[in-house]
């Protein structure tokens, strides 16, 4: 099983930016399709952004669409998320997931998680 540790939350202002970085090891990255997600309190662990292993294939929730990217670097066992034009409802803990198949949106469907890291967007 791979292990999963996310970084680069912070608090930001409305309009601005952070990168959020997810690094693995322990088992061959390159086999896992990996997903972000974010967790308000109260609410559910939601799906933003999904990267197939290859880095070819990518997927997005409507939400966060245009303004967030993700990415990989399989030499450096790190997924990416940049994420621009940040607005106060996308403050939550980001959560980045490892599975074996692309564009899951359910987050019960993985198996290995992160720790997670917070972002805040306010004035």
């Known amino acids: 099983q791979v292990q999963l540790v996310e970084s680069g939350g912070g608090y930001v202002q409305p309009g601005g930016s952070l990168r959020l970085s997810c690094a693995a090891s322990?088992?061959?990255?390159?086999?896992?399709?990996m997903g972000w997600f974010r967790q308000a309190p109260g609410l559910e662990r939601e799906f933003v952004a999904a990267?197939?292993?290859?880095?070819?294939?990518?997927d997005y929730a409507r939400s966060v669409k245009g303004r967030f990217t993700i990415s990989r670097d399989n030499a450096k066992n790190t997924v990416y998320l940049e994420m621009n034009s940040l607005k106060p409802e996308d403050t939550a803990g980001y959560y980045c997931g490892a599975d074996t198949r692309f564009g899951v949106r359910v987050s019960s469907e993985y198996n290995c998680w992160g720790q997670g890291t917070q972002g805040t967007v306010s004035a």
């Open positions: 322990g088992r061959a990255f390159n086999i896992y399709d």
């Open positions: 990267i197939s292993r290859s880095g070819l294939g990518r």
